[in-house]
């Protein structure tokens, strides 16, 4: 593609609590098939998994704003009683589940887990790693996470991240070339975070300096994000 042409953005959208699009790829689409059968499950739970900056975060999101989940955090997990954090949500959401790891947190965790099934509501966990490397010491919560449906994220790949730094600038009102998006996707780390902050600080420094967005810009915010 050279210089000057527009990128597209073939991809499937969802929305998130954000207020922002999930866009559906290759490396996600089997967790996102999960998500659309909600609440067709086959059991309570389904544990996502994937390295940092592979857009968990984000597919919980959007598992939320479709679902009406109620997000749950280990500090409410061990101060109330599972149906006060449900609140008559049918489905909850934790993420970085290992941190519910450990102590009293984990008794509280298969205290949820059991109301959750018996009140026919769903729990979705999100953590790096599928929970049957999980340091689980209750039992009786091991063999329920390593019998629940888990399915992985990979890392973003070229074109999800193109595509995704493209609608980043349009959610602002700006049209980039496509060779400052192959400039950026050369020298950045292929996360989502890294994705919105790089954007971010394009946007800031093409304002305060009154310049349009090119690769000079680009290599300036960067080389400045780096030092």
């Not at 998500?35 to 499950?41: E, I, Q, S, T, V």
């Not at 205290?111 to 979705?124: C, D, K």
């Not at 967005?213 to 680009?218: E, R």
């Amino acid at each position: 593609m050279s210089p000057g042409a527009q990128l597209p953005l073939d991809f499937d959208h969802r929305p998130a609590l954000s207020g922002e699009d999930f866009l559906v790829a290759p490396g996600n689409a089997g967790a996102v098939a999960w998500l659309d059968r909600w609440p067709d499950w086959p059991g309570p739970l389904l544990a996502i998994h994937g390295p940092a900056g592979c857009g968990k975060t984000h597919l919980a999101q959007v598992f939320m704003a479709a679902s009406g989940a109620r997000a749950i955090s280990t500090d409410a997990l061990g101060g109330a009683e599972p149906r006060h954090l449900l609140a008559g949500a049918r489905a909850c959401v934790l993420e970085d589940a290992e941190a519910f790891l450990g102590g009293d947190l984990e008794e509280a965790l298969l205290h949820l887990y059991n109301t959750v099934q018996e009140t026919g509501r769903h729990m979705m966990l999100t953590a790096r790693r599928p929970p049957a490397r999980w340091p689980v010491r209750l039992a009786d919560l091991r063999s329920r996470l390593k019998a629940a449906a888990a399915v992985g994220i990979g890392p973003p790949d070229d074109p999800l991240i193109t595509a995704v730094i493209v609608k980043l600038f349009a959610d602002r009102q700006l049209r980039v070339d496509a060779d400052v998006v192959s400039f950026m996707l050369t020298r950045m780390e292929r996360s989502f975070e890294t994705a919105r902050t790089l954007v971010a600080a394009v946007d800031r420094a093409a304002l305060a300096e009154r310049r349009n967005i090119t690769v000079p810009l680009v290599r300036g915010v960067m080389e400045e994000m780096s030092s």
